[in-house]
Structure formats: C-alpha cells, structure tokens
C-alpha cells in the first residue's frame, strides 16, 4: 500500500505542476500529503498499524551515510464493526460504509453470491435510510468497484488452498461437473437480473457475469 501510495503521490503532483515549474531554481510549494487507509478485510487486523515505503525496500538499513533516504508512512485504521467505533461514529459517511460492507458479509455469509450480496445490500442499506443519496445515484460504480476489491481479497485465499485441492477434486468433478454447471447459469442469470434493477449497464452485467451481451439484453426486456 505504501509503494501505491507513493506512485499515486507521484501521479498527482506531476499533474498539479506546470511543466517548467518542475526546473524552476526557486521553491516550488506543494499540498502536504497525509496517507490514511481504511481497513475493512475479512482478516485479524489491529485496530491501527502504520506501514512504511522502507519496509518493502531490498536492501535494509537504519541509517545513510550520505543522510539520504525516501520514506511514506500509512496509517491504516480498521473500520470493521468492533474497531475505532469512536472514529467511526463521528463520521456519518464512514458509519454507513462500514455498515453497508458489514451487509455485504452477512448476506455472503448466508450463502448469497458476491455479486447478488452486493445488489442486496444497496437495497436494503438505502430502506434502511444508509448513505441512501450516494447509492442511488453511484450505484454502477459501487458494484464495479466492490466487485473487484472483494474478488482481490478472496483471489489470495484460493490460490493458497487451490493447488491442494486440484488433486483431490479431479477425481470427483466429472460427475458432478454438469450439476454445477447448470447451478452456475441459473445464478448468472439471477444476478445479472440484480444488477439491471441496481441499475447496471448491460454492458458492465454482461462482463461481470460473463453472459453474452444478447443474453443480458434479452433478460432487461423481460
């Protein structure tokens, strides 16, 4: 998170700064910079840690001979239910995403397909009067977003128990592979029919979920 951090500082001060600014002989002021993260994983996590640019560097060293060295410290604050309730509370906007995230886990505890437990939960958090204005009108981009941020959080945790389970799936899959498959479709299908009545585009359902752009189309006109 750091090294993103400190790409992204990077990016946006390059595009703050004129160009010729960039070689001026005279000082050139720029925003001072704060980097706060906001944790919400499914993993132990304390409530605040700070992570820094040195930690990633190859070679490990306390002190430069020359006094010379880049550093960017995070603070990263855990908003799961549970931790910094004080931080959060004072927040209107962080309260409610931490508790339309906590939504998002409770329906995919109970079994609830990801994209399916994201569309649920923008219609419940807005009945229930939770960042009602923002999920309304952002909607699309919450799902496209949520999508791939929680689909990176479970990518690690496949593939530490997929290659112990290659093995001992192959010789059961064949013949259950056609149930499954049929399974996977009806699903595909139910929540592409979600996502249309959160007001997904056809195009962002179809690549989400995989169906053809026809089938997407067919299932918004029904």
């Given at each position: 998170m750091p090294l993103r951090l400190f790409i992204y500082l990077a990016r946006?001060?390059?595009?703050?700064?004129?160009?010729?600014s960039i070689?001026?002989?005279?000082?050139?002021?720029?925003?001072?910079?704060?980097?706060?993260?906001l944790y919400n994983g499914k993993n132990d996590f304390p409530d605040e840690k700070t992570l820094k640019l040195s930690d990633a560097f190859?070679?490990?060293?306390?002190?430069s001979p020359l006094?010379?060295?880049?550093?960017?410290?995070?603070?990263?604050l855990n908003i799961n239910k549970g931790h910094n309730d004080e931080i959060v509370r004072k927040n209107t906007d962080l309260a409610g995403y931490a508790a339309?995230?906590?939504?998002?886990?409770?329906?995919?505890?109970?079994?609830?397909?990801?994209?399916?437990?994201?569309?649920?939960?923008?219609?419940?958090?807005?009945s229930q009067n939770i960042?009602?204005?923002?999920l309304k009108e952002n909607s699309s981009e919450v799902?496209?977003?949520?999508?791939?941020?929680?689909?990176?959080?479970?990518?690690?945790?496949?593939?530490?128990?997929?290659?112990?389970e290659e093995g001992r799936q192959e010789g059961r899959q064949e013949g259950r592979q056609e149930g499954r498959q049929e399974g996977r479709e009806e699903n595909?299908?139910?929540?592409?029919?979600?996502?249309?009545?959160?007001?997904?585009?056809?195009?962002?359902?179809?690549k989400h979920t995989k169906l053809s752009l026809e089938r997407v189309y067919q299932l918004q006109s029904q």
């Amino acid at each position: 998170m750091p090294l993103r951090l400190f790409i992204y500082l990077a990016r946006v001060y390059e595009s703050i700064i004129e160009d010729t600014s960039i070689y001026a002989t005279k000082l050139v002021k720029i925003p001072r910079p704060e980097f706060i993260v906001l944790y919400n994983g499914k993993n132990d996590f304390p409530d605040e840690k700070t992570l820094k640019l040195s930690d990633a560097f190859k070679d490990v060293y306390t002190t430069s001979p020359l006094g010379c060295r880049a550093e960017l410290e995070v603070k990263v604050l855990n908003i799961n239910k549970g931790h910094n309730d004080e931080i959060v509370r004072k927040n209107t906007d962080l309260a409610g995403y931490a508790a339309f995230i906590a939504e998002i886990r409770k329906n995919q505890a109970n079994g609830i397909p990801l994209e399916e437990a994201m569309t649920n939960a923008i219609k419940n958090c807005i009945s229930q009067n939770i960042l009602p204005q923002f999920l309304k009108e952002n909607s699309s981009e919450v799902l496209n977003m949520l999508f791939t941020e929680f689909n990176m959080e479970d990518y690690g945790r496949v593939m530490k128990t997929e290659g112990r389970e290659e093995g001992r799936q192959e010789g059961r899959q064949e013949g259950r592979q056609e149930g499954r498959q049929e399974g996977r479709e009806e699903n595909k299908l139910e929540t592409a029919v979600s996502l249309l009545q959160a007001g997904m585009s056809p195009e962002e359902v179809a690549k989400h979920t995989k169906l053809s752009l026809e089938r997407v189309y067919q299932l918004q006109s029904q």
